[in-house]
């Protein structure tokens, strides 16, 4: 076992702790709650799509874990190290895909998704992915827009800044993400983070249980 999976312990209690008192204080959005989808809608609604980025792919595909994600949202920066260790722990075992749900009450939540699939575009999702997490405290909650901060982590990552740029805002990388926030309304996501295990919205109670849970589908493959 890695020095990282065994000190995960307290900080993933204190992690959890934080995204669900988020949860429970609506902390994400000062929106209304959105009208549940019809059962039709959601069956229709593939939580997976074949353009689906992918940051691990297990070989016999058999468990997905499925996070839509913004990036602004603090309660998806708290669980951000439990993501990695589940990662680390399930490895060449698991799936891991995102998708993009940037909440409307977020100034740079929209832009920060277009960032990361702008580098996305140049083969650096992962590393962009990563970045917002780590440097959220820097840029977050902030009326002001941060592309400039954006443009200076791709800078700092060694991406084409002419193609970068033009990614960014293109038509394209906003449908991307506009396809994903639609694929999440029609499952019935209204907060994040919300996860899907093998296509299954799952309540998020305790870093054990999440575990327990992956641990119970590779059982029931």
Known sequence: MSTNLKISGALVVVALAVVLGLVIAGGQSDEPTAAKPSP????????????????????????????????????????YPLIEELRQQFAGRMTFAIRYFPLPGHRNGKIAAQAVEAASKQGKLEPM????????KEWGESEDSKKDVFLGYAEDLGLDMTKFRADLESPATIA??????????????????TL?????????????????DIEAAFSAR
């Not at 899907?196 to 327990?212: I, K, V, Y």
């Open 40 to 79: 039709d809608t959601v069956a229709s609604t593939p939580v997976v799509r074949a353009d689906t980025h992918k940051l691990d792919v297990a070989a016999d595909g058999k468990v997905t874990l499925v996070e839509f994600l913004d990036f602004e949202c603090e309660a998806c920066a708290a669980v």
């Open 196 to 212: 899907f295990l093998d296509g299954e919205m799952m309540n998020l109670q305790s870093a054990e249980q999440l575990r327990a």
């Open 176 to 193: 991307r993400i506009e396809k994903d926030m639609q694929d999440g309304a029609n499952l019935g996501v209204v907060s994040t983070p």
């Open 129 to 136: 992915y990563k970045r917002m997490y780590e440097t959220q």
